[in-house]
Structure formats: C-alpha cells, structure tokens
C-alpha cells in the first residue's frame, strides 16, 4: 500500500537560512508526489508536484523538491527561509489506481526572526 | 475569478445532530473532493463526486454522505455526529477526475459538543 511518512512535526530555523522539510514514500511503482501549504486560516496551496518528468521540481515561492527513487524520499529545500514561510506543509502521495491523495502528518516549519 | 468557497465558516452542533456543508468549485471545474482533518493531522479523503455521482469513497462510515448538483457544487452530510467528527472540513476542486492539480477552499470548522 502507498503511504507518506513525514519525519518531523517541527522543524524550527532562522530568517535566511535553509529550510529542509523530510519526506519519505511507499509505493510499489513510481509515484506522484505533491508537496502542500497550509497557512493559519488559509486554504491549503499547492507548493509543486512530481509526475515521473524531471526529478528536481520547482515549485512556487522559492521551494524545490528532488525525488530521489533509491531513498524513495521526496525532500522539501528552500536556500532562504522567509518570515512568510512559516505554515504547516503536507507531502502527500496520490494512488494511481483511483487517484486518491494520501496525506502525510504534516510539518510545521517556525521561522525564527 | 472565485476560488473555491465553502459555508458555513464554523459550525456548532450537539451530538446526535446532522449538518449540512456546502462547496462552491472554482469556475471551470468539474471535481469536487471532501476531506477531514482532525487537529494536528493531514487531511483523510471522505469522497469524490463528478458527473453528480459519487466516483470514490474513503474509509468513512455511511454516516458520511454527499451530494454535487448541476452546477457543479457539492454537499457534504454528516448524520448521528459523534464527538470525533469534530474537525475541519475541506472541499477541493479540480478540472477533471484524473487532474493532478485540485484547488482547496479555506474549509468548514465543525465542533460537536
């Protein structure tokens, strides 16, 4: 079965610098991979997505993500974190047989001014 | 150009009570999916609707049921609430069935005493 693991509820940095939110899968065949934001009281947002093209994803805001098939991990880098980062961000997968998306527990990165 | 909305924006309800929640999709799709999240969790897909029918089902009881209209909105119900349907309700909408891309409303919060 396909799952999502996020290892870390937390992660706490300073304004400017790097910011890595760690993302591992399950998944018996190649997935498709999202990365999420929820900011207070805010819908959640699409950050970027992973569909089998280039490994290194771009996504908004400055974040990037690598699918790394022989970790099966899908790691979340911005180089400079801003004060505007700090939100709950969800990796979550989504099942080819019926398009479902699995969710992991999500991170909630605090940005230290 | 409208995103996704949802109403009510809070809702109270005794156990035992039934609520209704509503979801308007953005212009031009024709998706709708219902998720629970709990506090501190991801997001638990309740179902999909497309074509006003119910194409995919997560793992909720039949207490949970929906509905999309012509229009393409949809309704989310809840009968017999426990205490632990207390969560935020999120509605999300993408362009087709298969799209990798679904576009989330800022969610119902619903606390049952």
């Known amino acids: 079965a396909q799952s999502v693991t996020q290892l870390d509820s937390h992660v706490s940095v300073s304004e400017g610098t790097p910011v890595l939110l760690r993302c591992n899968y399950s998944?018996?065949?190649?997935?498709?991979l999202f990365w999420y934001v929820q900011h207070p009281n805010k819908g959640l947002q699409l950050l970027l997505k992973y569909t089998s093209a280039a490994t290194l994803v771009k996504g908004i805001n400055g974040f990037e993500a690598e699918f790394k098939k022989s970790e099966t991990s899908f790691h979340l880098t911005k180089p400079s974190a801003h004060m505007s980062d700090a939100a709950e961000y969800f990796c979550v997968v989504r099942l080819d047989s019926n398009y479902q998306l699995i969710w992991g527990a999500g991170t909630k990165l605090i940005i230290k001014p | 150009d409208a995103g996704v909305t949802q109403s009510p924006t809070h809702l109270i309800k005794t156990r035992g009570q039934q609520v209704t929640l509503r979801c308007s999709p953005k212009?031009?799709?024709?998706?709708v999916s219902w998720y629970q999240q709990a506090l501190g969790q991801g997001p638990q897909f309740i179902f999909q609707y497309y074509e006003e029918e119910e194409r995919q089902r997560g793992n909720f009881p039949d207490r949970f049921s929906g509905h999309q209209f012509p229009n393409y909105s949809s309704e989310l119900n809840v009968n017999a609430l426990l205490l632990g349907d207390s969560a935020l309700y999120l509605c999300a909408s993408s362009q087709r069935l298969a799209s990798y891309e679904q576009y989330f409303g800022p969610g119902t919060r619903l606390t049952v005493t």
């Open positions: 998944s018996s065949y190649s997935p498709s």
């Open positions: 212009s031009g799709h024709d998706t």
